[in-house]
């Protein structure tokens, strides 16, 4: 659609461009036309306004905006591209003649029923052709009627007749009063609007006032009437009743023009010198109000805020607070603090789900289904979830609840929160409060402070828009605590069933029910975590996966994963499972499977090297490809070493379960002692004393030397030096270790062991020992021993966890030396020997005492 622009001054010249041969063809005629236009206009041997000389046949271009009036000159812009074949047809006329007609709302490629009965000849003047557009001056000539149309498509065009203005004799009179008038409301409008003057000045310049047609189109053309108003203005042919439409019309303009006027004098009589930068500002917001387009600052937050409340249910108390804010916000000036405080309590406040609950989703099939599409093994995690929900659907609804995933890093406790919320149907929220130190960061600022806002549990509601959210707590086994405050102390309110129906965020100061909002917390471990805090979480542990199941996980989810993010098709890279076996067991041991998707992502980005660079088409990972992608194995598959003085524990730490072979080792023979290394901790250290003593007081029980301590300077070490260590529960280890080399004997077979040994030889019960057993399996061991007392831990460990083991339960440290050693009757000769020596020994230097007390009598 052609743009009218406001004046036709400094037109631009049309530019060189190198659209070919027809531009050249069309530019030299465009300026051919120009010199025989003004020879034409010298001679003056033309007249196109005569009736007779006005074509039947004419090219039409939509207008948009307004339409165009006769004897009005206008610049107009065209799209090039759209209208230089028209514009090509118009030149080969050699009248430079066109149609212009109004069709709102319609596009560049408008149907003939979107077109206007009445249109507008015009004569191009001064034409230029750009590179994106075409521009003219557009000088009215005659009103036109479509006829029939010759072309329904770009470029339009059509037979057109010339209708003649209906003027009647006896209406002579009133047509000139009403050109009076017009030109009496032209005068009154000059000084209100000085553009209007300057109209005046080049009309008079080309026209009489006398004649009232031109009169009427040029006052049309005037005004900021709606297009279609003025349409109705040229397609009135009856002068009388155009008169008088344009005299309305022209009164409304006056009255629109008064109204301005007075509107730019009120507000400069109210702006002070200091205020004048903001005239313009003060100026739009006066003629909006007038207008009633919009309203004040105040008006639209109070509006705002409204409407916003209605659709909530407050409670009582609430309600009164917030009825008084808004209150106190209809009286506060807009530009004081106090304004912008209350404003933002009552956005805060309205923006909150209060009473909007979501619906939940009960049905134990599905959330199966959801928990297994995102998680390979955890079944008794699954089993635990799915029991939690259970209760929830004989219930109707899920009691707000926390849930505390323990487990080591990598094997799905966020995941498992996001499947849980998908399960139930409810919105998921994710924070994390490791190293969180600020009480104010649970609890929200007092508002009177600069920058204060609401808690993190109200930010969560507010982004969920739901009263009944999954809230997810991250790493809240590494919260800290400062001057500012401890936030574990203050998450006790918010865990707590019982009193968080009634929370208080210090921000907001008025009460929030969180009784029905879902917390699922995760932790390394729950060493760290408060007593007090614990109690009120239902826990459930993730021991971490075995090499089995790590091969699911990469087979199903990590490896198809990757290949998705990297845009490689599923048969561009593949995967052998011997590859991924190798992946597991050389270079990703962890309990978790973030490393292995690591060692994955290195695999795909040095294949996708080849691949750009066309190395390679395709590609299959085999065992014999990993180390020249990853290196050389940080893992090796050996066994534990099985020799005299060695033996291998279980430990649990919050990356899993590990296995440590304990190293004893006799250094001389010169003195008795005793010596400990590998950043030891004051309990284990205690452990390592205890079984120095215990052994030590029983090796004629054990068939051991009685007299190797005696002598022995012996040295305990506990490999990986760097790493520190703690904990009671290598204590029959460590026991174990010094009693072979006592008795100078390797274990009878590899055997993996935990437990906490007593000094008279009872072995008590430990923690993790699913993690532990996993970590056996990990390194090949199958034979374990635990405590007795650890036996009930061991049989609710699903059944593919104890496959292939042989378990042994020790009530005592007598036990673990008949699952270890090879039975021995009876002591060593050389053992009796000494034995024999060391009883001669003691009885001669008991005699020797003897005979010195009597003599010490007898000198008395």
């Known amino acids: 659609m052609p743009n009218h622009e406001t004046d036709n001054d400094n037109l631009p010249d049309m530019p060189t461009n190198g659209d070919g041969a027809q531009d050249d063809v069309v530019e030299a005629q465009i300026h051919e036309h120009e010199a025989v236009e003004r020879s034409e206009s010298e001679k003056n041997e033309v007249a196109v306004h005569d009736q007779h000389h006005l074509p039947n046949n004419i090219f039409l271009i939509p207008i948009r905006e307004r339409p165009f009036f006769p004897k009005q000159t206008l610049p107009?812009?065209?799209?090039?591209?759209?209208?230089?074949?028209?514009?090509?047809?118009?030149?080969?006329?050699?009248?430079?003649?066109?149609?212009?007609?109004y069709t709102p709302d319609a596009s560049d490629q408008a149907k003939p029923e979107e077109f206007s009965d009445i249109g507008t000849l015009i004569r191009i003047h001064s034409p230029r052709v750009h590179e994106d557009r075409i521009q003219f001056v557009a000088e009215g000539v005659k009103r036109f009627k479509i006829e029939d149309w010759l072309s329904e498509s770009a470029p339009y065009r059509a037979r057109v007749s010339y209708p003649e203005d209906k003027v009647l004799a006896e209406q002579e009179n009133e047509n000139k009063a009403y050109a009076m008038a017009i030109l009496a409301i032209l005068r009154e409008m000059v000084p209100l609007n000085p553009l209007f003057g300057e109209e005046i000045k080049l009309f008079l310049n080309r026209f009489s006032f006398n004649d009232a047609s031109t009169l009427a189109d040029f006052a049309a053309g005037m005004t900021t009437a709606d297009g279609q108003v003025l349409q109705a203005i040229l397609s009135t042919f009856d002068l009388s009743e155009r008169l008088d439409q344009v005299h309305n019309l022209f009164r409304q303009e006056l009255e629109l023009a008064k109204l301005q006027y007075n509107i730019r004098e009120r507000v400069e009589e109210n702006l002070s010198d200091h205020q004048r930068k903001f005239f313009l500002r003060q100026q739009l917001k006066e003629i909006q109000e007038e207008l009633g387009i919009t309203k004040d600052d105040r008006a639209v937050d109070l509006e705002k805020f409204e409407s916003r409340l209605d659709k909530l249910v407050l409670p009582d108390d609430t309600s009164d607070k917030v009825s008084e804010e808004i209150e106190k916000l209809g009286f506060l000036d807009t530009q004081s603090p106090e304004y912008g405080v209350t404003r933002n309590w009552l956005d805060w406040i309205s923006s909150l789900p209060w009473g909007?609950?979501?619906?939940?989703?009960?049905?134990?099939?599905?959330?199966?289904?959801?928990?297994?599409?995102?998680?390979?093994?955890?079944?008794?995690?699954?089993?635990?979830?799915?029991?939690?929900?259970?209760?929830?659907?004989?219930?109707?609804?899920?009691?707000?609840?926390?849930?505390?995933?323990?487990?080591?890093?990598?094997?799905?406790?966020?995941?498992?929160?996001?499947?849980?919320?998908?399960?139930?149907?409810?919105?998921?929220?994710?924070?994390?409060?490791?190293?969180?130190?600020?009480?104010?960061?649970?609890?929200g600022h007092r508002r009177t402070y600069i920058g204060a806002m609401p808690g993190k549990f109200i930010q969560a509601l507010k982004s969920c828009q739901t009263a009944n959210p999954v809230i997810m707590l991250d790493e809240i086994d590494k919260i800290g605590s400062s001057y500012q405050g401890d936030p574990a102390s203050a998450l006790l309110e918010v865990l707590d069933p019982e009193q968080n129906k009634d929370f208080l965020?210090?921000?907001?100061?008025?009460?929030?029910?969180?009784?029905?909002?879902?917390f699922v917390c995760t932790a390394n471990t729950t060493d760290s975590i408060p007593d007090a805090l614990l109690d009120r979480m239902e826990v459930i542990r993730l021991s971490g996966y075995i090499t089995e199941e790590k091969m699911r996980i990469a087979k199903r989810h990590l490896w198809p994963a990757l290949l998705k993010e990297s845009g490689i098709a599923a048969k561009t890279i593949e995967i052998t499972p011997p590859a991924i076996h190798h992946i597991i067991e050389g270079y990703a041991r962890e309990a978790g499977v973030r490393n292995l998707k690591k060692m994955m992502e290195r695999i795909i980005r040095k294949t996708a090297v080849k691949l750009v660079t066309g190395e390679i088409e395709t590609a299959r990972i085999h065992v014999k490809d990993i180390e020249e992608s990853l290196g050389?194995?940080?893992?090796?598959?050996?066994?534990?070493?099985?020799?005299?003085?060695?033996?291998?524990?279980?430990?649990?730490?919050?990356?899993?379960?590990?296995?440590?072979?304990?190293?004893?080792?006799?250094?001389?023979?010169?003195?008795?002692?005793?010596?400990?290394?590998?950043?030891?901790?004051?309990?284990?250290?205690?452990?390592?004393?205890?079984?120095?003593?215990?052994?030590?007081?029983?090796?004629?029980?054990?068939?051991?030397?009685?007299?190797?301590?005696?002598?022995a300077f012996v040295h305990l070490h506990v490999p990986d030096g760097a790493t520190p260590k703690d904990g009671p529960s290598a204590g029959i280890t460590m026991a174990t270790a010094l009693l072979s080399l006592a008795r100078n004997e390797k274990l009878k077979e590899p055997i993996a062991m935990t437990g906490e040994l007593s000094l008279t030889g009872h072995v008590l019960p430990v923690g993790g020992i699913r993690e532990k057993i996993i970590a056996a399996r990990r390194v090949g061991i199958k034979n374990i021993i635990i405590p007795f007392d650890n036996k009930h831990d061991y049989d609710e460990m699903p059944d593919y966890l104890k496959e292939g083991l042989t378990m042994h339960f020790a009530k005592h440290f007598e036990d673990v030396v008949k699952l270890t050693f090879l039975p021995r009757v009876k002591v060593s000769l050389s053992a009796r020997k000494d034995s024999g020596v060391s009883r001669r020994r003691l009885s001669r230097t008991n005699k020797s005492i003897g005979r010195n007390v009597a003599s010490a009598e007898q000198e008395k």
């Open 76 to 101: 107009v812009v065209l799209n090039r591209e759209t209208w230089i074949e028209t514009f090509k047809n118009i030149e080969r006329s050699k009248q430079w003649l066109v149609g212009l007609v």
């Open 356 to 443: 909007t609950y979501s619906k939940d989703k009960l049905d134990l099939t599905t959330a199966r289904k959801v928990l297994d599409k995102h998680h390979d093994a955890l079944d008794d995690v699954k089993d635990r979830i799915v029991e939690f929900l259970a209760v929830g659907a004989l219930k109707g609804e899920v009691k707000g609840s926390i849930i505390l995933l323990v487990g080591p890093p990598g094997v799905g406790k966020t995941s498992i929160g996001k499947s849980i919320a998908e399960a139930l149907g409810r919105s998921f929220y994710r924070f994390s409060v490791g190293g969180m130190r600020d009480e104010a960061e649970i609890k």
């Open 505 to 518: 965020d210090h921000y907001l100061d008025v009460r929030f029910d969180l009784s029905k909002v879902l």
């Open 632 to 711: 050389h194995p940080k893992f090796n598959n050996e066994k534990p070493e099985n020799v005299v003085g060695v033996t291998t524990g279980l430990a649990w730490t919050s990356m899993g379960g590990v296995t440590l072979n304990i190293e004893a080792s006799r250094i001389h023979t010169l003195n008795r002692g005793f010596k400990l290394s590998g950043q030891l901790g004051n309990v284990m250290q205690e452990s390592a004393n205890i079984a120095y003593s215990y052994i030590s007081s029983n090796l004629v029980r054990y068939k051991g030397d009685p007299k190797f301590f005696d002598e």
